[in-house]
């Protein structure tokens, strides 16, 4: 066994001993002709001994030889051998640990010597470490990468995936080998990776673009599905790759933020319900859609929460987005399939209802009303909320988008200011109440122009003592000096005005231009007490006191010489806040005056709470009085009422001396009308104070100081 083992071990040297000897042997035994040849006479030559000395000789040679081979030869083999040996070694080893980052097959190439046929063996032997090394690159490569590379053949059958399917997956490589790589996509996308790899395999296929990637839901070992952006190459025709290439690059994260930020810029964050831009949308997509042709309606409620400001002044925003997100989840509850519910700013919210006629939709509308019936509960805290709802509808069908939405939703915005204005709760938008046209617009545009240029202007009415006819005090009234169409009433433009933000702006001029000539009437040493119109948005507003304080202070005039005249419709609208509001006005020395008295519907015992010091009789009851004895009654029944409640009164609208002599015979306070003078520009009044003159005068005597303006 030994034997044998030195045999294998040594057996090409042994091979070439035998035949060294064999050659030393036949170069003996020739060598005693050549002896001959040479001049050596034939019986030495041929002599036993000599012949015997020359074949051990040329064995001894043969021998010799040998080892000479068995050195040189031996060495490089043993070095080739070596060398093979031990990239062999490396290469099994970085495979079974699927590292191919450590080492270099470069560090192995054996130095070539010379050019005999070991050292083209040298030479291949390197050209080998070359391919190999190149391999090494590939491999390390395909590891390190974070995508998912994989050969696949024509049948979709995986031949070899790279390691990161482990990162990537969760899948040993092991797992996947073998088996057809459809098998670990989502149902919906495998037409889409046929189709791409149709594509790739074609014979017409061109070069891979950006378009030859598809995004697919592949499985996760462990965490349901990946989304992967993957993109198919054919490399069949390449003798080093020979198979499809499938790259897999994991996007998963980022659709997800994708699909987080497209979801945060349609939907509100407070409440998770779409915001205004998603509901425009789907609100043009509704009324584009329409049933086999068919146009089919369209209802959009527009909600809006009363007095929601008052929650977050008193008890904090944080209240208030509770309270926002309750309401949300109540409407939720009560939306159709097919209903879409958006929050679209502040405590406004919108509801897209496909399907419903005008009364199905108010009845709808009605039923979110009824959701408020019960109070929200807020730690502990009983919020009793209510709402005011607009309700708009429209015919849907294949042209019914474009800005249609944007009307609907105008339309839904003007029924529900409406409501909120009557106190009903829900209204049905009725083209007869839509003040909201263009001309509304530009006219809303101009006056905001006008008043920045100081194109509005205030006329003055003397309010008269019917006692002793000296002045009482002036009504302010605003008029807009229009660039084009002249000097305006203010009926031209207050009742579009009242019912936006630009009604505050206008009552700022207005509260300032009237202190500022109460100031320049003090400076000529007259002090007139003057009463300005206030709109029911200022008793809404908790600020409004320190404004007025404010104006009073710039202007240098004591606010006993205000009077701020508000309506009993203004004042019912919000009884709690206005009763704070009043308060406060009075408690800084304004004076306060109930306008157009007998018109609204203020109680008795509310009206002894306000801090109020003048009822104003309306100009409607005073005109009639002297024809009517109900209105006579009424006039006289407001003026007792206002005595025993310690109030001054005021008649308006007086424009004839039996009318002013009848109020004087009531014992009424003080008149305003045309029968004393109509309202006229400052300067026309200043003469008038200058005079000194009392009012009591006939029709015939009015003096007019000023256009022959409708008095507000």
Known sequence: MPGRRWLRRHGAFVDLAGGMIALGLVVGATFPFFAVMMGVPSPFAFNRRFWGACLGAGVLLGLANW????????????????QMTRVGSELRSASARADWSSGSPHDHRIAVESGDDLGRTASAFNDLLA????????????????????????????TFVSESIATVLGWDPEQVLGRNIANGVHDDDRAALASLMEMRTAPSAATPSDTDVVTLRVRHATYGWRRLEVSVSDRRNDPQVGALVVTGRDITDRYELQQRLVHQ????????????????????????????????????????????????????????????????????????????????GGDEFAVLMPGLERAVAAAAARRLLAAFDESFVIDGLDLNVEASLGVAVADRGPDGGGDGINALLREADIAMYTAKD??????????EIDTHNRSRLVLLSELRRGMANGELELHYQPKISLDTGKLAGVEALVRWRHPSRG??????????????GLIDTLTAVVLDLALAQTRAWL??????????????????????????????????VPARLLRLELTESALMADPGKALTILQRLHDGGVTLSIDDFGTGYSSMSYLKRLPVDELKVDRSFVNGMTTSAEDAALVRSVVDLGHNLGLDVVAEGIEDSMTNRALAELRCDVGQGYHFARPGPAVDLSVWLAGGETAHRSPDEVEDLGPAAVER
Do not use: W
Request: charged residues 25%; proline residues 3%; negative net charge.
């Open 67 to 82: 080892a000479l081979a068995r050195t040189v030869i031996g060495r490089r083999l043993r070095l080739l051998a070596r």
């Open 131 to 158: 391919a190999v090394e190149t391999e090494h690159r590939f491999r390390s490569l395909v590891q390190a990468a974070s995508d998912v590379i994989c050969l696949i053949d024509v049948d979709g059958v995986v």
């Open 265 to 344: 810029a349609a939907h509100d964050g407070l409440t998770g319900l779409p915001n205004r831009a998603e509901l425009l949308t789907q609100g043009r997509r509704l009324l584009q859609t329409g049933d086999a042709g068919e146009r089919s309606p369209l209802a959009v409620v527009m909600m809006d929460l009363d007095r929601f400001k008052e929650i977050n002044d008193t008890l904090g925003h944080a209240y208030g987005d509770r309270l926002l997100t309750q309401v949300a989840i109540r409407l939720q509850a009560l939306m159709r399939h097919g209903d879409i519910l958006a929050r679209i």
């Open 422 to 431: 009557l106190k009903t709760g829900v209204e049905i938008y009725d083209p």
């Open 487 to 500: 000097l305006l009433a203010p009926d031209a433009f207050l009742p579009v005005v009242e019912h936006t």
């Open 523 to 556: 400076n000529e040493g007259h002090a007139v007490q003057m009463a300005v119109n206030l709109s029911a948005r200022c008793l809404h507003q908790l600020d409004f006191p320190d404004r007025v304080e404010a104006a009073l202070r710039a202007n240098d």
